[in-house]
């Protein structure tokens, strides 16, 4: 289908759509700061800084995990065990912002405020 792109048939979709479903849950932010980090240091330094990233690219993988796990842990001791249920900004908001996000989207539904399709 495209003759010239040849790096499309590098990409595995059944590894990237399994990979993702390993993910926890999250918004689409999140998956698109992971995406772009993975792009940058697979793509770009790779390409340029080969050498570097065959000795530092596993490191980076590992320190990058264990970051996260470790403020996991410190987060569970420095507030909830304090009986504080976490840090209050924009992020943690379970609704999406979203005037329209909790009406019907069956057809023939009129809610009150709601677009009718």
Not at 21 to 49: E, L
Request: proline share 6%.
């Amino acid at each position: 289908m495209f003759p010239k792109a040849k790096w499309i048939t590098l990409i595995n979709m059944p590894i990237v759509f399994g990979a993702t479903a390993n993910m926890p849950p999250a918004r689409a932010v999140n998956y698109q700061c992971s995406g772009a980090v993975g792009i940058f240091f697979n793509f770009v330094v790779y390409r340029r800084y080969r050498g570097w990233w065959a000795k530092h690219n596993y490191v980076l993988s590992a320190g990058l995990d264990a970051g996260v796990a470790f403020m996991a842990i410190l987060s569970y001791f420095a507030l909830k065990n304090k009986d504080i249920l976490g840090v209050s900004w924009w992020g943690l908001d379970v609704e999406d912002h979203c005037p329209f996000a909790h009406c019907p989207t069956s057809p023939g539904i009129v809610v009150e405020g709601c677009l009718v399709f």
